[in-house]
């Protein structure tokens, strides 16, 4: 175990723990926010699916010599909309389809960076490196995080009754296409962000284990998103200091402190259930 | 002019044609049962009438004053998540969503109104109660009154009493004709207890494989169509939700 006072010193801290940090609670906000819908909606898998396409351009963007982010976000959003109209129209079944379309993106990537010998430069998107983050990455990532937000926040309600009642909203005039298009272009971009800090194999997991606890705790949307926003950014700073203490990997940590707070408040919800079944008896 | 115009309109399943040139009208203050065998196109009408499916020939127009997003929609029981963690408030209010869709926020109006449909449905008391453990009956309730958040003209209910109690469903009744009589909400319901139907619509629209009918009450039970269903639905003991006669008289013929 690793003396915390002695790696924290100040230049560390004003260098690269706070920008870390400040990154991080930004994209454990989005993320928990838009896990909600997408457990409810069940499409954890596109998370998951544009992960993989997120790293495979990341790939292709590293051996080409450009800018990684920047050049992945965009195309992460087209996929998040192609990924979109094949699990609403195809003939394979949505999640068939996004698994052929995300694994294929991720070999071409995989295809061109070993083609240009570059595979141990991208293998720490892998897992992420939010200490090893640039100055740059982290602004663009807190602006990006914050149009997030206020997005999600401005359309909370609409997102809700697209959320419960695809049919219902609708009917009653809703343009539900171009909801759904939101949530899939603000899961993009959240995707790619996290991708950058706490990997590609971690991030769907982080976008879907804070809802989940969520959902064992609360009754009602609004307390299922707050908790969940709660949970995930209190696992990332909790995460974050495992991984200080212990030199583990940001990413792994920060998912395996998700997972002991889900059972434990599986564990705790099955508990309130009961009691609460045994006062109305 | 009628709400609702349909000339001549055919309806397709996928591939399959299942409804050729069916033309009727939903007058302001009507109450139409749409009653047919499973595959005759019931649900594909109620879509087309929703607005999530365009007719596949013919024409369908709205008029006197009735706008596409001025209708208030009850869905199936079977297609709402029951494990989806939401208050009643909150499913309640999202009815009020076509009223304002520039408005990002609920105003104090749409809660005033979601406040006053669930007054209406005797559901204040559970504004708080999480959706998903509310019974059968009660959750109706609560999607009848989102319902009514979003329309004060028209009514449209997708096979209400499917997996219902016939105390619940009788009750459902009642609720349906305070809100056609005392509001003056129009109503459109697709159901298969074509019983019911005679005994509350004004209006009823068969539409079969083969033949179809569009008329008051009075005539359908007259006519050939009419007899043979409601023939069939009572050899079949298929209503059990509003007749509370019914059994009696069947208990008396055993006796």
Not at chain 1, 210 to 218: I, Q
């Amino acid at each position: 175990m690793n003396n915390l006072s002695a790696i924290l010193t100040p230049e560390f801290v004003s260098a690269i723990l706070l920008p870390a940090l400040i990154a991080g609670i930004a994209v454990s906000l989005c993320s928990s926010l838009l896990g909600v819908s997408l457990v409810l909606k069940r499409c954890s898998m596109i998370g998951d699916g544009l992960s993989h396409v997120g790293y495979g351009t990341l790939c292709i963007a590293v051996a080409m010599g450009w800018a990684p982010m920047q050049v992945t976000i965009p195309v992460v959003i087209a996929a998040a909309y192609i990924l979109l109209r094949l699990s609403e129209s195809s003939r394979l079944g949505g999640d068939t389809a996004i698994a052929l379309f995300s694994t294929s993106a991720l070999a071409l990537g995989i295809f061109a960076s070993s083609k240009a010998n570059l595979m141990t430069d991208v293998s720490h998107y892998m897992f992420g490196s939010i200490l090893a983050m640039t100055k740059g990455d982290v602004i663009f990532s807190v602006i990006l995080s914050i149009c997030v937000l206020l997005v999600y926040l401005l359309f909370y309600d609409k997102i809700f009754a697209v959320t419960f009642d695809e049919n219902f909203a609708r009917a009653t005039g809703l343009n539900v296409r171009f909801y759904n298009l939101l949530i899939a272009v603000l899961t993009a971009v959240t995707v790619v962000l996290g991708m950058m800090m706490m990997g590609a194999l971690l991030i769907s997991s982080l976008m879907i284990f804070p809802a989940v606890t969520a959902m064992r705790l609360c009754k009602r949307f609004r307390g299922v998103v707050i908790t969940s926003v709660i949970v995930s950014v209190s696992c990332f700073l909790l995460g974050l200091l495992f991984s200080l203490m212990f030199d583990t990997s940001v990413g792994a940590s920060v998912i395996l402190v998700n997972l002991a707070v889900f059972v434990l408040s599986s564990l705790l919800g099955t508990l309130l259930r009961r009691a609460g079944a045994g006062k109305q008896r | 002019m009628a709400y609702i115009t349909c000339k001549d309109i055919t309806l397709r399943y996928e591939s399959l044609t299942v409804q050729e040139h069916l033309s009727f009208t939903v007058e302001k203050g009507d109450y139409l049962c749409i009653v047919g065998e499973n595959g005759s196109g019931k649900s594909t009408l109620m879509k087309c009438l929703l607005g999530l499916k365009s007719v596949d020939a013919g024409s369908m127009t709205f008029g006197d004053g009735l706008k596409r997003n001025e209708i208030g929609y009850l869905p199936q029981q079977s297609m709402i998540q029951r494990s989806f963690p939401a208050s009643v408030r909150e499913v309640v209010l999202s009815g009020c969503l076509n009223r304002r869709l520039i408005h990002p926020f609920y105003t104090k109006a749409d809660k005033a109104r979601a406040a006053e449909q669930m007054e209406c449905l005797n559901i204040t008391s559970l504004a708080d109660r999480c959706y998903r453990e509310l019974s059968g009956g009660q959750q109706q309730r609560v999607l009848l009154a989102r319902a009514l958040c979003a329309t004060q003209k028209l009514l449209l209910l997708d096979e209400p009493l499917t997996g219902l109690d016939p105390l619940v469903a009788t009750e459902l009744y009642g609720i349906l004709r305070h809100i056609h009589e005392e509001h003056g909400i129009t109503v459109i319901m697709v159901t298969h207890d074509v019983e019911c139907a005679v005994r509350h619509a004004r209006t009823i629209l068969h539409i079969g494989k083969n033949e179809s009918f569009f008329g008051s009450c009075a005539e359908y039970e007259k006519s050939a169509v009419g007899r043979r269903f409601l023939g069939e639905t009572i050899a079949q003991e298929h209503c059990s939700g509003c007749a509370p006669g019914h059994a009696e008289k069947k208990q008396e013929a055993e006796a």
